[in-house]
């Protein structure tokens, strides 16, 4: 019986860091580096001019934004331009707002976002010649 409970003990030990050790594996593989001052910033197909193109033509603003007068103040994207220039990790920046404000806003953040999102892919990022994941942040102009 004791023998069995020492197998039975190291098999459970064994399945135990196994398990682990894939765990590790799996979170190793997302923790990877993300500039935020690259050599060479990200840059949107056709640059900047396309870039204001694009967001014109894929963010939908509510009615109730052009109704009432929000105060948003600045509205900013902030995402990660991966090194093969796919977008992830899209977040919207505001300054505080009410509880009425954000609830209005509600559709036109999640505009903002699912048009970030289907962007194409950018040109990345380079650190020492070599294509890098870089945050990038992205001012939204509201013009009503």
Do not use: C, H
């Amino acid at each position: 019986m004791k023998t069995y409970n020492k197998w039975l003990t190291m098999t459970v030990l064994i399945a135990g860091l196994l398990g682990t050790a894939s765990v590790d594996t799996m979170a190793q593989s997302r923790l990877t580096k993300v500039y935020t001052v690259p050599e060479r910033e990200p840059e949107f197909p056709g640059g900047k001019a396309a870039l204001s193109r694009y967001l014109a033509a894929t963010i939908k603003v509510p009615g109730s934004l052009t109704r009432n007068s929000y105060n948003t103040g600045p509205i900013s994207a902030r995402f990660i331009v991966d090194a093969d220039g796919s977008v992830r990790d899209v977040r919207i920046l505001t300054k505080t707002l009410d509880n009425k404000t954000k609830k209005s806003l509600q559709g036109f953040m999640a505009s903002i976002i699912t048009s970030v999102e289907q962007m194409p892919r950018w040109r990345p990022g380079e650190v020492d010649g070599r294509p890098v994941p870089v945050f990038y942040t992205l001012p939204i102009e509201v013009t009503l």
